[in-house]
């Protein structure tokens, strides 16, 4: 496979797209709208709720915290995780800033 050639992009560029590739599972969005819904931290009670074993639970937990959109603490034996409140507001930002730009589709296609 071919390099990326990331360097060539500029930070706003990489990390929007580091962002979107994050948010491009449903597994993902599943988690992130469970949390939410909860208005608290969850604690294991993802594998009953999106009926997934327990290791690709983790394993998508560990890239929404690698991107920093979660956090989590650790409460006896159980991790707790719940939305980072700073990432979600510039995420917020950075992809509404994405998106409102204006595009000039009328003399093309």
Same mark, same amino acid.
Not at 70 to 78: F, L, R, T, W
């Given at each position: 496979? %071919? *390099? ?5 992009? $500029?930070?706003?560029? /990489?990390?929007?797209? =580091?962002? !979107? ?5 449903? #597994? ?8 939410? /819904?909860? =208005?608290?931290?969850?604690? /294991? ?5 999106? %009926?997934? #074993?327990? #290791?690709?639970? $983790?394993?998508?937990?560990?890239? *929404? =915290? /690698?991107?920093?959109?979660?956090? %989590? $603490? ?21 992809? %509404?800033? !994405? !998106? ?10």
């Amino acid at each position: 496979m %071919g *390099l990326t050639k990331t360097e060539i992009f $500029s930070e706003e560029q /990489n990390r929007l797209a =580091k962002l !979107f590739k994050v948010l491009g599972h449903p #597994a993902r969005i599943a988690i992130l709208q469970h949390i939410i /819904n909860q =208005k608290a931290c969850i604690c /294991n009670d993802l594998v009953e709720e999106l %009926g997934l #074993a327990q #290791a690709t639970i $983790s394993q998508h937990l560990k890239e *929404l =915290k /690698n991107i920093g959109i979660i956090k %989590g $603490s650790i409460e006896g034996k159980s991790v707790c995780y719940c939305i980072d409140d700073e990432v979600w507001k510039t995420m917020q930002t950075e992809l %509404g800033l !994405f !998106f409102t730009q204006d595009i000039q589709s009328e003399s093309c296609c």
